[in-house]
Nanobody, 121 residues
Framework: QVQLVESGGGLVQAGGSLRLSCAAS????????MGWFRQAPGKEREFVAA?????YYADPVKGRFTISRDDAKSTVDLQMNRLKPEDTAVYYC?????????????????WGQGTQVTVSS
C-alpha cells in the first residue's frame, strides 16, 4: 500500500515556474514507477511524465518539465518551467507497481489527491 501527498501547486504567470512535490509512504517506494498526470476542467486525465530510472515525458511538456525522484526520501518532483495557460490543471502523483513507467493510466495503482496549478496569461 502506498499513500501519496502532493504539494507545490499555485498560481503563476505564463512563462513562470513551479515545482511540484509528491511524498510517498511505504517501505517499497523504490520498486514503483512514479508518474505525474493532470486533469483540466472538462477534460480527461492525461499523462505528463513518469520515472523509474530515467524520465519519460508527454510531447506537450518535453523540454519544459523535468521529473526526478529521491528514493531515500520517497519523493518525486516535477519541475515545471516556461509554463503556459494550457498547463492549467489539477496535477496528480501516481505510483505503478512492477516498474512500469509510461502513459497508460490503467497501470497506475495508487493516486494522490491532486494539487491545483493555474497559469495566468
Amino acid at each position: 500500500q502506498v499513500q501519496l501527498v502532493e504539494s507545490g501547486g499555485g498560481l503563476v504567470q505564463a512563462g513562470g515556474s513551479l515545482r511540484l512535490s509528491c511524498a510517498a509512504s511505504g517501505r517499497t517506494f523504490s520498486t514503483y514507477g512514479m508518474g505525474w498526470f493532470r486533469q483540466a476542467p472538462g477534460k480527461e486525465r492525461e499523462f505528463v511524465a513518469a520515472i523509474k530510472w530515467s524520465g519519460y515525458y508527454a510531447d506537450p511538456v518535453k523540454g519544459r518539465f523535468t521529473i526526478s525522484r529521491d528514493d531515500a526520501k520517497s519523493t518525486v518532483d516535477l519541475q515545471m518551467n516556461r509554463l503556459k495557460p494550457e498547463d492549467t490543471a489539477v496535477y496528480y502523483c501516481a505510483a505503478a507497481s512492477g516498474f512500469y513507467t509510461g502513459p497508460n493510466i490503467r497501470n497506475y495503482n495508487y493516486w494522490g489527491q491532486g494539487t491545483q496549478v493555474t497559469v495566468s496569461s
